[in-house]
């Protein structure tokens, strides 16, 4: 259960900072918005399913703790993805100053040395 309980909340993270800086830089219609904003809540219910999925196949799998972790995995990866395509897509600056990527790095890595 090693690589559920690391790889869907690094996809949840991948999407969620996806579609953050897709509904800011890319959507002009607020149909475009709605479609960003859609899959973004898509990979919420996809983190809660997964969740009750992998609770039902093996019930030790998911205690508060690795929950927390989970979820600490998933907005760290999020936080990083989002200032990565910021930069990359919209041309926007990182504010390294801020630390807001190194903080996501230390709890993303935090979280996994945990696991």
């Keep these: 259960m090693f690589n559920v309980v690391l790889l869907l909340p690094l996809v949840v993270g991948l999407i969620w900072g996806s579609t953050n800086i897709a509904m800011k830089c890319y959507s002009k219609t607020k149909l475009k918005c709605f479609a960003f904003f859609l ?5 919420s219910v996809l983190l809660m399913l997964g ?22 995995i ?23 100053s801020d630390s807001h990527c190194l903080v996501a790095f230390d709890i993303f890595i935090r979280a996994i040395h945990h696991l």
């Design 39 to 43: 899959l973004n809540q898509c990979a």
């Design 51 to 72: 969740f009750k999925y992998t609770q039902k196949k093996c019930l030790h799998c998911w205690t508060f703790k690795e929950l927390s972790k989970g979820v600490a």
């Design 74 to 96: 998933a907005n760290s990866t999020a936080l990083f993805t989002s200032a990565l395509m910021s930069y990359c897509l919209c041309k926007e600056k990182i504010g390294w």
